[in-house]
């Protein structure tokens, strides 16, 4: 696997609090482009929170303190005058619950783009083909997109999701725990679907279990109660642990 | 085995009078209907259909035309839905989406104090104060016109659309926002695309209520809006008196001869003020439940 030399995200020394309990301690981490990084380890670790960090989510949470800083492609993301409705068109997300907006699937995958100012008909079909493509979910619902959204399956919907945020060609994906309510070949659809799209975007996921991490990683990182405890390209991770903690999980001792 | 009897016993009793309760309210609503009905319809016999849907109401001259009132009571309900559903969802959007938590930890038991105004009071706000602004301000004859009228119930139907629009929007889960968010919307496009969409069954019943209380609203109305029984036809009816159905039957009950033809036109109108109300309500249960069935809605 050769990644870019420049990573594509720079985490550094992220420190994240909200109202009263940490969620990040001093985090340090570099993300390659066109490879899928893994966020994994047990619940309240804060890979959540880094994700919606990338793409500041966080920014109307109220009562919530930050310290370090998150660069992409080597600017500063939070420094003053960036903005924020840009960095998220460049950003995507994905969330853990399928959320198909009200209306129909032509509507849903538009929206952003729409949001944007699309208003050429013949662009906007072709973004529609492109990203539901991409998403793997065309040849599902080809004939249906004038259907309500919420008449899809779960799987269907979550990769609805997925073709949404690619409407907007983001150069950056992030994923959290996006399979967490799919059945298992719903699940092996929208992980092959990544493995298509590492090849033009940025990928970060939250995955819901060691194994989807194992299965996915390009490069992954280890997270415990706030802090990275280690991070290493490929599959080390998984079969090579430095770190007593990381074995432990890994191997199922506890999590 | 004694004190076993005993609860048995109290168990029969409690069920027995929550079911008695129950019942009992009911038969009052059934039997407070057939009590309107039994005096209502014989209205409809006595008079003619020509005479009773004309436009002309002068009980003394048995002139039972209810249109005027009809289409009082609509314009001025109307005007008022107009003025108060735009106001009450954006302060509702703005309550719960813009405002700061301590602001609207401030504004929404103050909204909810509103409601409680007493109508008369209310009324006697518009007569001293809105009607003599009215009258100045556009410099009509008179201030006691339907459109003051409308201001006022405007105002009285303000707080129950805010509170219930507000509940609505409150739950528009938060996921909703985060997917607007992240798809690179501003702050104003997620509220406005997703999160009020989201909200549109809540928020259609807000109105509903919202018109239930002023279509019914009889106090205000009648301190304000002038009482006269014209025919609100020509463009700038809104800015002359008018008379709604509630006003009617409330000015003239108490001065009728029981058992009269007159006595039994104001109940005939109570038919018809329930008739109308009962439409409203059956129109907006069925857009409710058509959109939420094609599962647009959450």
Redesign the interface.
Known sequence: MVTDPAPKIRIQDVTYAYDDAAALRNVTLDIPAHAITVLFGPAGGGKTTLLRLI?R?ND?V?GTRMSGQILLDNEDIYAPGVSV??L??RV??V?A?P?P???SVRQNVL??PR??GLRDQGRADEILFRSLNQAALWEEVKDRLDD?A??LSGGQQQRL?IA??LA?EPEVLLLDEPTSGLDPISTAKVEHSLFELKKDYTIVIVPHSVQQAARVADHAAFFLMGELIEHQPEKKLFTAPQKKRTEDYVTGRFG | MKNKNHLRWSEFLIQTLIRVLGFSSIGFVLLIFLFLLREGIPVFFQVSPTNLFGTRWYPTFDLFGTLPLILGSVLVTVTAIVIAVPLGVTTAVFVREVA??WAREVLKPMIEVLAGIPSVVLGFFGMTLLAPFVRETLGFPTGLTAFTGALILAYMALPTIISVAEDALDAV?K??R??????????W?TIW??VV??A?SGIVTAVMLGMGRAIGETMAVMMVTGNAARMPLSLDSIFRPARTMTATIAAEMGEVAQGSVHYHALFGIGILLFLLTFIINLAAATTIFKKRR?????
């Open positions: 793409n989510l109307l109220e409705t840009d998220r068109r995507g997300m969330f619950l959320l907006l009200p209306g929206y952003g949001l944007a309500s919420s008449a999701c949404r945020s907007l | 700061p938590n889960p996921s909703y985060d997917a607007g968010l992240a798809m690179g919307a501003t702050q496009q695309r997703v969409p989201g549109r094609r599962g647009g809605l959450r």
